[in-house]
Each structure stands twice: as C-alpha cells, then as structure tokens.
C-alpha cells in the first residue's frame, strides 16, 4: 500500500510519511487551486478546519466564500450546495460525523440523486458530500455510524469510500471532478493510518467504479472496502499459518460496483466473505454476495459468506470491539468455507 | 469579507470572537398588522397603468389555465393538477417582477407564474400529464424544477443566489412556498442562511389558508407568517395576496432590497385557495360553503378589472380581447396536451448518471430484448391474424 517514490516533471519526489488525513486535505486544496469553482462549505471547516482538521489551512489559502462555516444545519448546507451547483459551481459538503448526515437525507435523496434525471439531463449536480463514517475511535453515539447501504440504495449517487492514503487522495480527486454527485465515506478510523506518499506527486489510482486486488490469492476472496481493508489484510496474513492463500479485494467504490473484478477473482478461488463493519441485514454484504451468486454459481465451493457488524445501534465505545469484526472473525469465517468437509 | 476581496491569503482574517449584540429594536423588520393594499386606496393613483393592464392580461389567462388544466384531468389527460385559481394575483406578480437573468423556484402549485415566465404552457404540465419529470431546460428559462417536497427548493434559491453574487453576477432568486411549507424544517435552515449570508432572495409564502386540509390555525401560533421573517433578521412583509398591484408592489422592492445587497425578505401574501387542493381532494369535507363565497367578492381577477374600468383604463371591448387572448391559449393547451407524448422506454437508464454504470448497462439491455420481443410478438400476432 505504499509508494517508494515518483516522478514529476523529470524530476524524483521523495515519499514522506503521510496520514489519510493529509492526503485528504491535500485532494481539497489542489481541486479547489486548480478549479475556481469548487467551493468547501460545512460546519467548522473554516477557522478551525474542521473536527479531523482536514480542511485545515484552506479558508486562510482561499478565503471564507471559497471555504465556508455555515450555520449548524445540514439540510440547509446540502440544499444550498444544490442551489450553488445549479448556478456552475462544484460544492463540496462536509457532513461533520455519519450519524449527522441524516437531517440532509430529503435533500440528498429528493434532490441531489435525482436532478440530472429530473431534468431530463439539463442539470446534472456536481456535488461531493465528505461523511466521516465508521467506528472504532470510541466516539459516544451518533458517532460511529456506518450508513453506506442507504446511499447504495438510492440511484443517481455514487458512493466510494478509500482505504489507503493513495486512494483517499485520489478517488477525492475525481469524486470533486465528477459531473455527478458523490457520496465520499471517509473511514473515520484511518484517518491517521500512514503511507510513504508524496504530495507534489501523487501516485496514479485507479478510477472510481474499480475495485482493486490488494493481495493475490487462490484458496478464497476477502471482498472489503474502507475501515475493514487493513483487518482483511491481517487476516490474510494470519491465515497462511493456517495453510489458506486468501485474495483481498478493495471495492473502493459501492456505486458503480465492479462486478467483473469480483466475479474474477471468485472464479479463480471458488469461495467468497463479504466483510464490511455496518449491519448485516439488508447491508451491502448481501447484495455483495446475491450479485457473486449470480455470476459464479457454477464455479463455487461454499455458499458466500457475510462478515458483518450486528444488526444493533452502533454500541456505547467501550464495546465496540465486541461489534467490530475483527481478524479472528474473518479467520473463522475463512474456516467455514471448508463447506464440503462440514455437510 | 466583502466579495471583491475573495481570493488571497492576504485578505484572510478568522471569524473575529462573538460580539452577540442584540437587535434592541426589531420594529423595521416587523410587517405592517394589516396586509398591505394598492387597488381601492390612495396608493393606486401611483401605480403605472400598462402595468396594470399587463397584470389584467395575465391574470385572465392564467384564471383560463387553471380552468384548462383540471378540464384536463377530467378527461385522463392530466394524471393531477393542483389548481391555483384564487393565487393567480401572486403567481403572476412573482413572474413578472424577475429579470430575465433573475431565476424563480416555484413549488408544484407554482405553473401559473412559470408561464407567465415565459415557459411554453405544455412544457409546463408534463410533470402533472407524467411523460417526463421537468419539461423544460431550468438553466434556459431560469425556473428551477416544479418541487414537489414541501419547502426543499427554498435552500436550492439561497444557494443559487449565494453562487450567483459569489460570481459577481447582478441575480435575484425568487422563491415561493406554501403556508403549510413554513412548517417544515427547510424552510427554517434555507431563511436562517439567507439572511446570515445576506444572500440576494426573496421568500414568498402564499398563504391559502390550507394545508390540503389543514387551516393555517392548525400550522402556526405566529402572529403571521410574515412576522416569522423576525427571528431571522430579515423583513417581514404582509400583503393581500388577491391585490395583484400590492403583490407586485411589494414584492418588486424586495426584489430591489435584494439586488442592492441588502439581503433576503420573507413576503406573506394572504391569498384562498377557492378550488380544492388538487382535483383528487374533497373541500367540503373541511371547509364551509360561506367562507369561499365571502373570498369570491375578492376576486383578484375582478377587483383589477373594476379597478381598470372604473379608471376607463380598460373598456369592455378590451375586456372581450384579454378573453379572446386566453381562449386561444386554453385552445392551444387542449391541442398540445391531446397530442399523445412520444414516449421512449430507454431512456428511463439515460440521464441516471453521466456514464451508465455496468449495472444500468445491464439492465437497459434486459429492457431492449424485452422491447424486442413485444414487437416481435406483436408483428407475429398481427401476421397471424391476416
């Protein structure tokens, strides 16, 4: 997940360590210095540069219209990111936790999904919505919320979310770049998780709608995304000791889904677990594995099996790690693939 | 930071600490206790007489469309149509007091004033006819899509007003919301903005005395929805929504107000709706028979034209061509509506997403083989029946 060093303009930039965060921050700033219309607008993303600090630096680089605190509401800052679009400007809205996003679901799902096809494609809207999402920094509740299945499940957004510090920067990029609204789920917990990278030039990633081998492997595929890549990756490691060559897949995007490079790496291992920390009941993993039953029926060994959160509220901070799948429950799923040895 | 300051590090300064100072006196933001009036009074002597005559015009036509238009749904050729009869004074005010370059957000009730716009009387109806959601490009009218939810394009005309000054451009949006509308929380976050951002629109309620069935006793303990404007540090302006001269008065100064970057004005027009919420509602199950006749004598289609008459601004030989004028509108509707819409069944996959994703891909190809197979089963069936 790093990158040793790369070129631009003839000359070798060295790779320092950086946190998702920076890289994050870093996307913002190169967007809104390339594009004059790309404007920040949320609560605290000002002077204080936001709760995670990454909009930090951006309202004194370009001024409080370019990056804007408005007053605390989040209906109002996403309706009037649809009216700023609508004029030719390219919003970018930070919803400041998960859980906090859910008074702007009207406008979002009314409105921001569906101009471009209200309107018969005349207006299509080129928002970008930053949700921090996820648990596992002990926030208190209203924190930790994993809400990506209700995105997926609305047409007309995307919806893509990195895991590494290369991704976060780049798929922000394009996210901000896109003529369609995104729905950016930053993985709360990695914003502090660090790669060799360097700002002055970033590393190439790939688009959004694709997913991404991160390990190759033949016995089974880790299909993942977001906070949960780096436990996969873990297990992964943990399961050779076990004589399992596990494949991890990083969705890195939930809409468009990457059903070819899914399909692929299931047929070349016959087994399959979903891992994602929001509920399991009518969660992403289940449309996961129904889409990879559909394409792959014939070449499966064991039924697709779901790694998923519980199906309760995100619990109190001193129990999520009880909530959390972590490697151990991965690793035991991988066990249960061994399905023609159980029945 | 003013907007000509914008870019630049230098002209940066932090949002200095809080300095709360209280307005001590909200006395100019108040509305007036009565709604304000033009025809009848003193203030009529003012007002421009083509203007008048213009307003007369448009109000007769757009009495004669929502005539049309429910004619329409009793015959299947409008699947809805939620009349405005008894508004048209502020439909047509909020219409003709905008620039061209100025952009209007109506709410679904709103078609009136995106005629009298400008917008072709057909486009204006696909919505309610249900071939196609928005029938018209919004960016070259400068009319946002008829809204649907209550409220939700009131942030959408402070956002767009914002972008528009941001960009050093001379643009007013107009927005316009229901009484039952105030009640809702977009209404609240979309006022709070404007006015903390000074942001150039107006706001206006028309208040019809019903939420579908709901009386206004029912939506608000406010003195009036105009003296909501208050708790925002914005005017509060209390007009008789069936005086289409106040209407246009009224709104034309906070049009101005805005323009001259004095920031956003909440306008309440006291209006009744005298048809039922859409032709799908029952009135009489909430409503007294006495209360819409005592509305009928404010007509504010005739409380013009007697005004025009009395003044001999208008004859009744004029009054006979406005009508003409409208029935060749009506005529025109009845045609463009009773010409069945071209409809394409793939482009329910086109304007999802700019690129199709693989999934839609999928999809609209499962939707063309079973297009395919219909015509192949129809010409087979037809073949079969020679």
New interface residues.
Partial sequence: MTTAAATAGGRTTKAKPATMAQALGRALRDSMAED?SV?VLGEDV??LGGVFRITDGL????????CT???L?E??I????????????R?VVEMQFDAFAY?AF??LM??VAK??????????LPITVRVPYGGGIGGVEHHSDSSEAYYMAT??L?VVTPATVEDAYGLLRESIA???PVVFLEPKRLYWSKADWSPEAPAAVEPI?RAVVRRSGRSATLITYGPSLPVCMEAAEAAVAEGWDLEVVDLRSL??????TVAASVRRTGRAVVVHESPGFGGPGGEIAARITERCFHHLEAPVLRVAGFDIPYPPPMLERHHLPGVDRVLDAVARLQWEADS | ?T?Q?????A??R??PPPAWKPITDPAPLLPDPEPYRVLGTDAVADADPELLLRLHAELVRGRRYNAQATALTKQGRLAVYPSSTGQEACEIAAALVLEERDWLFPSYRDTLAAVARGLDPVEALTLLRGD???GY????HRI??LCT?LA?Q???????????R??GDDVV?LAMVGDGGTSE??FH??L??AA?WKAPVVFLVQNNGFAISVPLAKQTAAPSLAHKAVGYGMPGRLVDGNDAAAVHQVLSEAVARARGGEGPTLVEAVTYRMDAHTNADDATRYRVDSEVEAWRAHDPVRLLERELLERGLLDEAGVERVKESAERMAAALRDGMNADPELAPM?LF?????EQ???LQAQAAALRAELDAEQDHDEHGTEAGR
Avoid: I, W
């Fill in positions: 004059p404007h000002g002077t309202a004194k680089e370009f001024g409080d219209d370019r605190d408005t007053p509401a209906a109002g996403l309706g009037a990111a649809v009216g700023m679009a609508m004029y030719g400007l919003p008074p009207e406008q009314s409105h101009m471009r096809n209200r309107t018969g494609g005349a207006m299509p047409p007309g995307h896109s003529d369609d709608g809409v468009p889904f990457d059903d070819e | 930071m907007v300051e914008l870019p630049g590090a002209a940066y932090p949002t196609r959601h928005t490009d919004p960016r070259e946002a899509p939810p939700t009131l942030p959408h005309a402070v956002g767009l007003a914002h972008a528009a941001l960009k949006a929380g977009d976050e979309a709070n903005f903390v482009d086109t304007h999802v997403y700019a994703t693989s999934q």
